[in-house]
């Protein structure tokens, strides 16, 4: 009974408790509405302040809530500035949200200077911080990966710190770079790497990086003209700000190899031989007992460690940021290494009043790498599985190796490396170190404050020093003698200076609505590099080569852009850029490009203004030509040069031997490559820009490409010349998406997408326009001659070049049977044809960004369609290489069951081999939980975890699909990556 009476007794309390809370509670009503436009705006997020309870605006904006007495509501919708009003006494609320003025003035940096967004005429993207790729980033390419339509970064391996291919819009050129111009700060950086250093962005810690922007179009590069065909990048890093913060950051991460080529076993190998060979005692009695997965000896799980700290604020109204970084990752091969570190100063002091700003940067990183031989990813497939490691011999170290006349024998030198013993006795290190930085001055003259005075200076050096040695006593080095060993020191500098002075004068003008913005200027640029190496046996001190080199070269240039706007809503763009490089002859030397572009905020128009739907809408056309005079490995293509012959190539005379020299091919007339685009954009935004997005169509065409084609037999050239040689265009669309699909105080998603299609043709390659004219490369492995590739008038730079297969009933390839496809009745050469392409038709990107309270959650993922792969390991595979004749072994990919091919030469010149390597790769899955204000409520921690390169989808038989030129050929495993990580910010 008294049981009874406690429930009953704690029942009335509470209903007592909640009619009392009742009457302090109250409904509040009413409506939000645009300052802009005085609209009503629907799906407002109105919630009491420290609680979960909350509601949304109607379609009509109107909304109702129940609240308790003295309640803050909090007013927030995107693009516009959230509002928080006290209840007090109120039962309705009307309340104007004005817009986001931080939204509407984004600011993006392009050549020579910032732009609005929403004025920008030339088709561009910006990735910021918040966006960037999580986890394990070596490289600053790969945090920028997918993430906007045109812009393909494919990362060249899986060795840690190892650079990226980045095109943008595909290549613009057959031999020249084909890499964007990279703007660090201001500076731009040179397109060569330096010896021994594996990234030319391996200074930069990707730490540092506040954001990317792409310059796409020729109206918006146009400004950077003779290195801007291939697009720009101009990479912000970050600066200090007025409170003072300190951020430590750290990642661990386990690296693993998802996938390794299927080769047999040492049991399946025994019974492969005896069927391929049953009763020949010369080639069965090669073989071994063991059982050894010589991938499983040379790759293993390695670890890696990255480490942050920075320091911002403002000392003496002076903004700074001081950053440094250490980065200590292995790669999955053994022995490799990858250590960085880094270090940051970013000062922007202002002085005279504020009418003197300046922004000093300076970036310095030491580099060491233990690159491994990399030659042991190939032996691994390649050795007979049925011998040990080692065999216990003394002259070759212990190692097992391919002898004639017994384990202490002589080396069979052709015969694969032991794999293991690659690695282990071979000693490839190199010490980078580098520095960029620049001083820029921006000074509004007294006279008239609308016109500013910059200057930048800026510098890029860099020092590399490392070997690359091999013990004597190894089978694979036998150059200048047998097994002798390999001593090859090597140096090599980098100095870039730079200095850009420009006026900039810009004025509202609101008695004519119009604002103009002009700015005209001069650059100069010098690029010099140098460099020595040698090799040399182990047991010898004689140096048996020696090479030398020291080149430079400079870039002049005078360039002005004028902006003009009118009713703020008519966007007009002109560029003129004039440059001169010193790699052409003086009458070739300059090269004038201009570029144009008009935009229309077709939103500002008064009867787009009513629309509740479309809430931004931009029209951009835009026309523009850059230049390219990037060449690889020559500085002066027009001048006559002479090569001196090496000591195992000179002349006899009597008893006397003689070097001799041997005329470089060159071409004097040799001038600047131009590439002109047109471009067709549209940006929009729908419903208060929760959906907002980009279209563009364009067209690249280059004219006078610079390529190395080869020189007719019989002359005394060298085999290659590099001149201009035809044209080139690419046809494109992109799309890029962006959605807030839900955004409340509690809850965050938002999704990305994005597409693009890019159709590349070469359209002319000589001067007598023949068809059928060819430039060959892309180098067969496995052979001593031989290419894949072609320059062809009609298809796409670098397709392949092969015979068309023959198959049988059960469509299987039949060996050495080829089509006759100039019906002559011999199979040669001459039937070669041209077989599709290893850039993509179509690539896309999709990622999302899920916040939920402190939890977060993110993916992204990459697709690529329309590119093929030459698969060299498979062509590599064949019955016909089991046994040399030499009394060798080599173990072959399984993918030589599918063929059993036993003695044609030709077949790795089938097109069987060239295969569809399209994919979808699921990048980076990441999550974390965020601790905030702790500490005083000073103090916000992060703690993830993710894993990168989560699977791939592909019908690609070979490692991995993803191959930069299209040519797999022994590829270093790309990894699977699980990390952990911590960030603290007080």
Not at 6 to 18: D, E, Q, T
Not at 497 to 504: A, G, S, T, V, W
Not at 555 to 572: A, C, D, P, W
Not at 861 to 868: L, P
């Amino acid at each position: 009974m008294m049981k009874l009476y406690s429930i009953a007794r704690g029942m009335a309390l509470l209903c007592l408790l909640a009619t009392t809370a009742w009457a302090q509670s109250r409904t509040i009503t009413g409506s939000v509405k645009s300052a802009d436009d005085g609209n009503f705006l629907p799906g407002v997020n109105i919630l009491e302040k420290g609680t979960s309870n909350g509601t949304v605006t109607d379609a009509q904006g109107n909304y109702s809530i129940l609240v308790k007495e003295n309640a803050t509501l909090v007013f927030s919708f995107v693009g516009y500035a959230s509002t928080e009003v006290q209840v007090g006494n109120q039962t309705t609320i009307a309340v104007t949200l004005s817009p986001d003025v931080s939204t509407l003035e984004e600011v993006v940096v392009v050549g020579y200077g910032t732009v609005k967004k929403t004025d920008a005429s030339g088709s561009l993207a910006v990735v910021s911080s918040e966006t960037f790729n999580k986890g394990v980033v070596n490289s600053p390419q790969e945090l920028i990966m997918g993430k906007t339509a045109g812009v393909s970064v494919t990362t060249n391996s899986g060795a840690p710190g190892n650079t990226s291919t980045i095109r943008i819009r595909g290549g613009s050129s057959l031999s020249a770079s084909n890499d964007p111009l990279i703007v660090i700060d201001g500076v731009p950086v040179s397109n060569t790497n330096l010896g021994g250093s594996p990234n030319i962005l391996a200074t930069l810690n990707p730490n540092d990086i506040e954001n990317f922007t792409v310059l796409k179009d020729a109206s918006a590069t146009a400004i950077y003209g003779s290195r801007a065909s291939n697009g720009v990048i101009i990479i912000t890093t970050k600066r200090g700000g007025k409170d003072f913060k300190v951020n430590y950051s750290v990642t661990g991460t386990m690296y693993t190899a998802p996938k390794k080529v299927d080769v047999f076993s040492g049991d399946e190998y025994r019974a492969l031989m005896n069927e391929q060979f049953p009763g020949n005692n010369a080639v069965l009695k090669l073989l071994g007992t063991a059982n050894t997965d010589w991938q499983k000896e040379i790759f293993s799980t390695a670890y890696g460690q990255d480490h942050n700290l920075n320091l911002s604020g403002t000392a003496k109204k002076t903004p700074y940021r001081v950053s440094v970084g250490y980065n200590n990752t292995d790669g999955i091969l053994n022995t490799y290494n990858f250590k960085r570190t880094t270090a940051s100063i970013g000062l922007d002091p202002t002085l005279l009043d504020g009418s003197l700003k300046m922004n000093i940067n300076v970036k310095r990183m030491y580099n060491q790498n233990n690159f491994a031989d990399q030659a042991a990813i190939g032996n691994a497939i390649a050795y007979d599985p049925t011998q040990p490691v080692y065999n216990g011999n003394k002259r070759w170290r212990g190692y097992t190796t391919w002898t004639t006349g017994g384990p202490e024998g002589n080396s069979i030198n052709l015969a694969p490396g032991n794999p293991v013993a690659r690695l282990d006795m071979t000693d490839n290190t190199s010490t980078v170190k580098r520095s960029i930085g620049n001083v820029k001055f921006d000074y509004a003259l007294p006279f008239l404050k609308d016109l500013h005075a910059n200057l930048n200076l800026g510098y890029d050096y860099s020092e590399t020093k490392g070997h690359n040695n091999v013990r004597d006593s190894t089978q694979w080095i036998y150059l200048p003698t047998v097994a002798g060993g390999q001593i090859n020191p090597y140096t090599a500098t980098a100095k870039n200076q730079l200095l850009d002075f420009y006026l900039n004068y810009s004025k509202e003008l609101p008695n004519i609505n119009s604002k103009i913005d002009v700015m005209g200027g001069y650059s100069w640029s010098h690029f010099y590099s140098s460099g020595a190496d040698s090799t040399m046996n182990q047991k010898s001190e004689a140096a048996t080569r020696v090479n030398v080199y020291e080149t430079e070269y400079y870039l002049l240039s005078f360039f002005g852009r004028l902006n003009y706007t009118y009713k703020g809503k008519y966007i007009l763009t002109g560029t003129l850029r004039d440059d001169a490089t010193s790699r052409f002859a003086p009458e070739n030397r300059w090269g004038l490009f201009p570029a144009f572009a008009l935009a229309w905020k077709i939103n500002e128009e008064g009867f787009m203004k009513e629309s509740k739907t479309l809430s931004d809408l931009k029209l951009r056309l835009g026309y523009g030509i850059t230049g390219q005079q990037d060449i690889y490995g020559n500085d002066y293509p027009y001048i006559p040069t002479y090569t001196r012959s090496d000591n195992a190539a000179r002349y006899p005379f009597g008893s006397s031997f003689y070097n001799t020299l041997r005329p470089d091919g060159y071409d004097q007339n040799i001038k600047w490559e131009e590439t002109t685009t047109i471009n067709a954009g549209l940006d929009f935004g729908f419903f208060q820009n929760r959906l907002t997005g980009s279209l563009d169509v364009y067209e690249k065409k280059s004219d006078n490409l610079i390529a190395y084609i080869p020189i007719p037999v019989g002359t005394n050239f060298t085999s290659s010349l590099t001149t201009n040689v035809g044209s080139m265009k690419n046809r494109g669309i992109e799309l890029n998406l962006s959605a807030d699909i839900i955004s409340t105080d509690n809850l965050q998603w938002t999704v990305g997408y994005n597409v693009t299609y890019n159709k590349n043709e070469i359209t002319r390659l000589n001067l007598s326009n023949d068809p059928n004219f060819i430039i060959p490369l892309g180098n067969v492995g496995g052979t001593t001659s031989g290419t894949i590739q072609v320059q062809k008038v009609g298809y796409s730079r670098a397709s392949f070049y092969a015979y068309q297969q023959i198959y049988d009933t059960n469509g299987k390839p039949i060996e050495d049977a080829y089509v006759d496809r100039n019906n002559d009745g011999v199979i040669n050469t001459s039937d070669l044809y041209v077989y599709k392409k290893p850039d993509a038709t179509v690539y896309m990107g999709i990622n999302s960004r899920l916040n939920y309270k402190n939890w977060d959650f993110a993916f992204s993922g990459r697709a690529s369609f329309g590119n093929y792969v030459y698969n060299n390991v498979a062509a590599n595979s064949t019955y016909r290489t089991l046994y040399n004749s030499m009394e060798y072994l080599s173990n072959v990919s399984k993918l030589a069951n599918d063929t059993k091919f036993t003695t044609a030469l030709n077949t790795r010149f089938s097109d069987y081999y060239i295969e569809n390597a399209s994919f979808f790769r699921m990048d980076n899955i990441n999550f974390g939980y965020s601790f905030r204000e702790l500490y005083k409520e000073k103090l916000n921690v992060r703690i993830g975890a993710g894993v990168q390169n989560v699977f791939v989808i592909t019908k690609y038989k070979g490692l991995d699909p993803e191959i930069s030129g299209g040519l797999d050929n022994n590829f270093f495993p790309r990894t699977r990556s699980f990390f952990l990580s911590l960030n603290a910010t007080f």
